[in-house]
T-cell receptor
Framework: NAGVTQTPKFQVLKTGQSMTLQCAQDMNHNSMYWYRQDPGMGLRLIYYSASEGTTDKGEVPNGYNVSRLNKREFSLRLESAAPSQTSVYFC????????????FGPGTRLTVL | ELKVEQNPLFLSMQEGKNYTIYCNYSTTSDRLYWYRQDPGKSLESLFVLLSNGAVKQEGRLMASLDTKARLSTLHITAAVHDLSATYFCAVEFRSGYALNFGKGTSLLVTP
């Protein structure tokens, strides 16, 4: 039981490049989330998926898109990376939509030059 | 405006001492979470507080919730070095709605 896994762990992009961050969970959770963490800012919600087949914007969605591929997988795409998107990205999942403890993945450290 | 404020943001304390981290939030909440994050690591769930007066304890950490005061506390008893980490509180402002995180309290326990 791996919990929540994320790939890659580290990534360096140039401004304007695109990439997809992958997230998978093996806990049969219904809900999945993407957060970004910046120094001194806590965690901010980018997008979430309350259940398979649904996605919604969080607090800071601009510049990102998501896909809930199936119940296990939730990907985050940066279409045209900007330096302001340099951050640590965490994926999380929970059994019920926000009414249960969220379990976090190990994070992806992204640098945009 | 939905706000979650933690204080202090930085805390250096000696081993063996007691201290409290405070989490204030701006509007009515259904539940509150405490998470721990070690440097360069992910977040680990510590406590979920579901109702007014809820108190939970795990080892040297005890969390409580006062929904009337919109305040949660994380009390550290007889601190040890292993407790050095960043602690976040997160508040669910409406049932089934987003979690709002505080900025975190970076705790360093020194000999």
């Amino acid at each position: 039981n791996a919990g929540v896994t994320q790939t890659p762990k580290f990534q360096v992009l140039k401004t304007g490049q695109s990439m997809t961050l992958q997230c998978a969970q093996d806990m049969n959770h219904n809900s999945m989330y993407w957060y970004r963490q910046d120094p001194g800012m806590g965690l901010r919600l980018i997008y979430y998926s309350a259940s398979e087949g649904t996605t919604d914007k969080g607090e800071v969605p601009n510049g990102y898109n998501v896909s809930r591929l199936n119940k296990r997988e939730f990907s985050l795409r940066l279409e045209s990376a900007a330096p302001s998107q340099t951050s640590v990205y965490f994926c999380a999942s929970s059994s019920s939509f926000f009414t249960d403890t969220q379990y976090f993945g190990p994070g992806t450290r992204l640098t945009v030059l | 405006e939905l706000k979650v404020e933690q204080n202090p943001l930085f805390l250096s304390m000696q081993e063996g001492k007691n201290y409290t981290i405070y989490c204030n939030y701006s509007t009515t909440s259904d539940r509150l979470y405490w998470y721990r994050q070690d440097p360069g690591k992910s977040l680990e769930s510590l406590f979920v507080l579901l109702s007014n007066g809820a108190v939970k304890q795990e080892g040297r950490l005890m969390a409580s919730l006062d929904t009337k005061a919109r305040l949660s506390t994380l009390h550290i008893t007889a601190a040890v070095h292993d407790l050095s980490a960043t602690y976040f509180c997160a508040v669910e402002f409406r049932s089934g709605y987003a979690l709002n995180f505080g900025k975190g309290t970076s705790l360093l326990v020194t000999p």
